[in-house]
């Protein structure tokens, strides 16, 4: 594999598993001469093997291939990787696919805003037209991607009509340029919260991207996060994805009410969780019944249905893990019946991905930052193709919903005592899955809940269930279940 560095890492030398990458901090290595130096023997070294198997084009094919997909999920530092180590050209006519999208397009088309700067910085054909003879303005114009929309404008962009290019404003999508402000900041949105709205009172959380408050919003109580790092976070991409987030209206996901992007710090506001997070709940010393596990789990499956079957492309959650999902209810109820009885759980964090840095958690080569600090909650429940820096669908969901499952039910969390970033790379790797114990019972209930939990975690992520299929076998297990003989069941603890 083009590699930044040598790894020690079982199987990632292995070019049948196809091309793959390591994330790097490149900020950490103290020589950057000898870092390129040792990155480009590794590169060659990988090359070769890959050219000795499927032959040069095929590899070169392929890069561009994953290319392509890191632009249209906007991660930019997997997308400069590929371009440096497979020395491509994102003018070249040969970089795109079948139907001629290029990674502009694609970045356009999904409003990724970091993605189509670099790009462009990179000297793509602005104006280039896929099979359809569209361009990336038209793309981004028709997708509503206001920010992106503006850059390419401030770029030469143009709409390719009646045979020749023309100006957004004389194209049919002429009524697009309503909403182009001079400035990103100067972009009226209806979901712009003023900060003096906001009362901040107590801190009641911290994760690495931001601290959450409760907070007072025209005499509710509210949750704020205040974004770390604000002035580093991609103003447009941020506003793209908060546009995503205010479409997002369903019982089992936290309601977004707005932002404050117009100054720094950036302000998330949501509605406030009473009960905390799934996190907290497991470090509580109480357990759940085996009936109440299955009703957060039918919940956390419910909420990800919806995200994966959005009109206008699927929300892939990525992030899916205890401390994202989230316990609602009265704040008038304890904190302990919510937890333990009435509690609906909520999907939270999904659809920030661009903006926030999530997919800093891909990559097995961690630089020590995150073992240091301790920010590695999410790779414990980490789809193993996410893991490996392969091109990914919503299926990776399917895969950490398994591994919440698998705490939910066994009692304990997945690869319990091993570090979180050695259990993922003993599951992507090894292709290895926590052991079965309470699960592995003959209890009917215990067989079916097994024989999902495993579905869900195939390593083929084709073959893993939707989550249509889940919610039905859990609500089907769950109506079996009389309440009163819930509470011989499983319990969950720890982590
Ligand atoms: N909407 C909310 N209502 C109530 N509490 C919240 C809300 N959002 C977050 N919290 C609290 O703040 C804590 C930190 O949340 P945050 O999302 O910042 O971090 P995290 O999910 O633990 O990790 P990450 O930074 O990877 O998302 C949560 O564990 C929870 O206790
Ligand atoms: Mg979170």
């Known amino acids: ?29 103290p020589s950057k001469k000898a870092q390129e130096e040792g990155f480009a023997n590794t590169a060659d070294k990988y090359y070769k093997d890959v050219q000795s198997i499927h032959g040069d084009m095929a590899a070169k094919r392929r890069a561009i291939t994953e290319l392509l997909f890191f632009a249209s999920v906007g991660d930019l530092r997997r997308c400069q990787r590929i371009v440096r180590l497979w020395k491509l050209k994102v003018s070249d006519d040969a970089c795109c696919d079948y139907d001629k999208r290029t990674p502009l397009h694609l970045a356009a088309s999904e409003g990724c805003y970091k993605v189509t700067e670099w790009l462009i910085d990179q000297n793509a054909v602005v104006n280039c037209r896929d099979r359809f003879k569209r361009t990336p303005l038209e793309d981004a114009a028709r997708g509503d991607h206001v920010e992106v929309t503006k850059l390419l404008l401030d770029h030469g962009g143009k709409v390719f009509e009646d045979g020749k290019l023309v100006d957004l404003s004389d194209s049919h999508l002429s009524g697009k ?35 959450v408050h409760k907070a007072l919003f025209h005499g509710t109580l509210v949750a704020a996060k205040i974004l770390k790092g604000s002035s580093a976070i991609a ?14 209206h369903h019982p089992n996901a936290v309601q977004f009410l707005g932002a404050c992007t117009k100054q720094e710090p950036y302000i998330l506001v949501t509605e406030l969780m009473v009960g905390g997070s799934l996190s907290d709940a497991m470090r509580m010393s109480r357990h759940f019944t085996l009936r109440r596990a299955m009703e957060i789990a039918v919940d956390t499956a419910r909420g990800l249905a919806y995200l994966h079957a959005k009109k206008n492309g699927a929300i892939i959650h990525r992030d899916l893990k205890p401390g994202n999902l989230m316990i609602a209810g009265s704040q008038y109820q304890s904190r302990d019946s919510l937890v333990f ?7 939270a964090d999904f659809g920030l991905s661009k ?9 097995y080569d961690l630089d020590s930052k995150f073992k240091l600090t301790g920010e590695t909650g999410s790779y414990r429940y980490m789809a193993p193709e996410v893991f490996r820096h392969e091109p990914y669908n919503f299926k990776v969901d399917v895969y950490s919903f398994s591994m919440i499952a698998y705490q939910l039910f066994e009692l304990c969390p997945p690869f319990a005592g091993m570090d979180p970033v050695d259990a993922a790379r003993k599951a992507a790797l090894a292709e290895e899955r926590p052991p079965l114990m309470r699960l592995a ?10 024989k999902m939990v495993t579905r869900c975690w195939d390593p083929n992520p084709e073959r893993r ?31």
Do not use: Y
């Open 465 to 495: 269930p939707n989550f249509e299929d889940v919610v039905k076998v859990l609500d089907d297990l769950i109506k079996m279940m009389p309440r009163e003989t819930a509470s011989s069941g499983a319990c969950c603890s720890l982590q």
């Open 341 to 347: 009885d009435t509690g609906t759980i909520k999907l």
């Open 235 to 248: 103003l447009g991409d941020f506003r793209s994805e908060i546009e995503v987030l205010r479409k997002v």
């Open 1 to 29: 594999m083009p590699d930044d560095h040598e790894s020690d890492d079982s199987g990632s030398q292995n070019p049948e598993r196809g091309v793959r990458f390591v994330d790097t901090d490149l900020s950490i290595n």
């Open 441 to 450: 019972t003959k209890m009917p209930t215990m067989l079916a809940l097994k």
């Open 177 to 211: 340029m309503r909403d182009i402000p001079e400035n990103i900041v100067d972009l009226e949105v209806d979901w712009e919260i003023d900060p003096d709205a906001l009362t901040i009172l107590e801190k009641i959380g911290e994760g690495e991207f931001g601290i």
């Open 355 to 363: 903006s926030l840095p999530v997919n800093k958690h891909a990559g």
